[in-house]
């Protein structure tokens, strides 16, 4: 069955909603690239302040922005479910999300209590609300492995909150508990290996054969490697419970799942139908690579232990998976994403006059997609070289400022050719 079957664009909701997560998106990515920069030293260690209110705004200000602007549009078209008082859910998710972040960084620049207990509240309420909208909208959805895959990345972004607020509440010194490494590196897995991967996982099943002409991903693996993926990452949370050698065997496991699906997804893209270049697949082939890059990172670890117990292992690992993986998923996706709908909704406004509207590829060119990419690559490149080479942090944090510049500057040009052929941003 096509992966297409079943999308309501009828019920796709106005452009705004999705596009004003977007285009605040790339301005995090920014300003994560100006505090590396101004702070050569935030790859010293994962846990300096820098190091955390860098961590936070890729995965909060960049990633998270997007996702939940992807599913605003996403739930009403591929779910058939639309999110209820969508304009209200919106406003206050994407307000509240983007001042705690705001607040949430400076609070780990500052280490300022109040500003923790600030961002609890603001991003606590944010996410609570946009949880409440999607959780209503998924239990009233259609039933596909797309479906599925988001409400599994919907409960683990759940947890990744309730962790979260947790550690920041403990900061804001208001409750004396310590914070046990386990809750933090169940935040980090739910958070990374729960909410973002799969969320792709789930969204790749629909927008990989959909946008790149793919055959559809086989029906085995699209049924089972979410759910089967969630379990472990719920095993791997009871780790310390565990025997030593059943903590190890979840881990492989989960690092065969990552193996699998990058290795399906590269082999879906190289049957592609349609052969002509596309940036959009490099960012998933560059994404792809870099999670198997980090199955080969962690396999080291486990025949190194010198590896696995310096500064660099973790660090290295969050620049593939975060920078290397998420980032540029998530960039190849609002690529194929902001021109369709800035397409979609000018037909519909202007009710298809023919001759009148851009195509896809005219809202934003190939050839500036195509530069952006470019120098997201060689930024991803500079990031993990800083890792030995700490006199590269300034030129990699140029380097990523300018790809963030210009991927903000491309998504407003197609807003800026959707205004200027009459679409009605509402």
């Not at 860098?54 to 639309?82: C, D, E, K, N």
């Not at 990374?192 to 991903?217: E, N, R």
């Not at 979840?250 to 879906?268: C, S």
């Not at 500079?382 to 080479?389: C, G, V």
Request: one cysteine or more; proline letters at 6%; a positive charge.
């Amino acid at each position: 069955m096509s992966q297409q079957a079943g999308l309501s664009f009828e019920q796709a909701p106005p452009f705004s909603l999705p596009l004003r997560f977007f285009l605040s998106a790339p301005l995090f990515l920014l300003a994560a690239a100006i505090l590396i920069m101004v702070s050569p030293d935030s790859l010293a260690s994962r846990w300096t302040p820098q190091a955390l209110a860098l961590t936070h705004a890729l995965t909060l200000g960049f990633l998270a922005m997007v996702m939940i602007g992807a599913l605003m549009q996403m739930l009403p078209v591929v779910a058939g479910s639309p999110l209820p008082a969508p304009k209200i859910v919106t406003w206050l998710s994407h307000v509240t999300l983007t001042l705690g972040s705001v607040v949430l960084m400076s609070g780990f620049l500052t280490a300022e209590p109040v500003a923790f207990g600030l961002a609890a509240v603001l991003l606590g309420g944010g996410f609570l609300v946009f949880l409440g909208a999607a959780t209503f909208s998924l239990a009233r959805a259609v039933t596909g492995v797309t479906v599925s895959g988001i409400r599994l990345a919907v409960a683990c972004l759940a947890v990744t909150l309730l962790l979260g607020l947790a550690l920041a509440l403990l900061r804001a010194e208001w409750w004396a508990a310590p914070a046990g490494e386990g809750a933090i590196a169940a935040h980090v897995a739910f958070g990374l290996l729960g909410w973002v991967l799969l969320l792709v996982i789930g969204v790749a099943y629909q927008v990989v054969p959909m946008f790149q002409i793919t055959p559809p991903y086989p029906p085995r693996l699209s049924r089972w490697l979410a759910g089967g993926m969630f379990a472990l990452l719920l095993f791997h949370s009871a780790a310390p419970l565990l025997p030593h050698i059943a903590a190890r065997m979840v881990e492989a496991a989960l690092a065969g799942g990552i193996l699998l699906f990058a290795h399906v997804t590269l082999r879906l893209q190289s049957r592609r139908r349609r052969k002509l270049p596309d940036v959009t697949l490099d960012y998933w082939r560059l994404g792809m690579g870099s999670l198997i890059a980090c199955v080969a990172v962690w396999l080291l670890a486990q025949v190194w232990p010198a590896w696995a117990d310096s500064d660099a292992y973790p660090l290295l690992l969050g620049v593939l998976f975060i920078g290397g993986f998420a980032v540029s998923v998530v960039s190849g996706m609002l690529y194929k994403i902001v021109p369709f709908l800035a397409w979609f909704h000018l037909q519909a406004q202007l009710q298809a006059r023919a001759g009148s509207i851009p195509t896809m590829k005219e809202m934003i060119t190939e050839r500036a997609m195509r530069a952006q990419f470019r120098v997201h690559l060689v930024a991803c490149a500079l990031l993990a070289a800083t890792l030995w080479l700490s006199q590269l942090a300034v030129v990699a944090g140029a380097i990523l400022a300018l790809s963030a510049l210009l991927l903000w500057l491309n998504l407003l040009s197609a807003t800026r050719r959707f205004i200027s052929h009459g679409g009605l941003v509402r």
